[in-house]
């Protein structure tokens, strides 16, 4: 193949260019706040899970709590039947006004144990609903880390993105006047070679490889034609003569 030396050394320029683009894309995937907002991600979404099941619990509680007041209130309502029928007189076998004040005791004793069981369910409500508090707090803390990460990743974006963007419109005018057929076999190497497809000879070095070539191999690069398009032996990379290449 063969291309102008101008155009060869346009080449460098076009990969420089290409670099700068690969390191911006490359700060684009790296960024710190990838990691950081996986992690709030994965924190936030076991907190809301969390919230849920406190809440689920809450709910539980409160019905509980309900069912446990009526028991009292059915037994309370029954000791004062009990006790209004005993007032009024109206009952005068002594085995009945017995057997009714032996009733109202059970009654009383029941009723104590059912307001202890009311206590225990309230404070287990009280336990509750400070969870539901606590853990709704640390979601709202969590949504807020959230956004901010996210912010400070757009931020990124859009700094990388509009720097990406003028290279881009630097790259279009080299790209533009590099023969078609020395653009491809660029763009080839590119695609194998790591993302470098043309390096610059220098100091008896291929700049893509580091190779270093013998005085021999240096000397048949030097007979080669300034316009042939010469490939460097062990990468395959082109390789740019300049003025300061020594050849
Ligand atoms: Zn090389």
Do not use: W
């Amino acid at each position: 193949m063969n291309a102008a030396p101008a155009d060869q050394i346009r080449l460098l320029d076009l990969q420089a260019i290409d670099s700068k683009l690969d390191q911006l894309a490359h700060r684009r995937r790296s960024l710190p706040e990838h990691a950081e907002i996986d992690k709030v991600n994965a924190d936030h979404t076991a907190l809301k899970d969390l919230v849920v099941a406190a809440q689920a619990q809450h709910g539980d509680t409160t019905r509980e709590l309900t069912k446990a007041e009526q028991d009292v209130e059915q037994v309370r309502a029954r000791s004062a039947r009990n006790q209004q029928r005993l007032d009024s007189g109206a009952i005068t076998s002594p085995k009945d006004l017995e057997n009714l004040q032996h009733e109202i005791g059970s009654l009383a004793k029941r009723q104590g144990d059912l307001e202890d069981v009311v206590l225990e369910v309230m404070e287990r409500l009280e336990s509750a609903q400070t969870r539901v508090t606590e853990l709704t707090a640390r979601l709202e803390h969590s949504t807020v880390v959230l956004t901010e990460a996210e912010g400070r990743r757009d931020a990124a974006f859009a700094e990388i993105d509009g720097e990406a963007e003028k290279v881009r419109r630097d790259r279009e005018a080299v790209a533009a006047v590099i023969p078609a057929d020395l653009m491809k076999l660029y763009a080839k190497l590119r695609e194998t070679q790591g993302g470098v497809g043309a390096a610059r000879l220098y100091q008896r070095r291929c700049e893509g490889c580091r190779t270093e070539f013998s005085i021999t191999e240096l000397n048949s690069i030097k007979a080669e034609p300034a316009d042939k398009v010469v490939r460097c032996e062990n990468c395959g990379r082109i390789l740019i003569r300049t003025a300061d290449s020594g050849v």
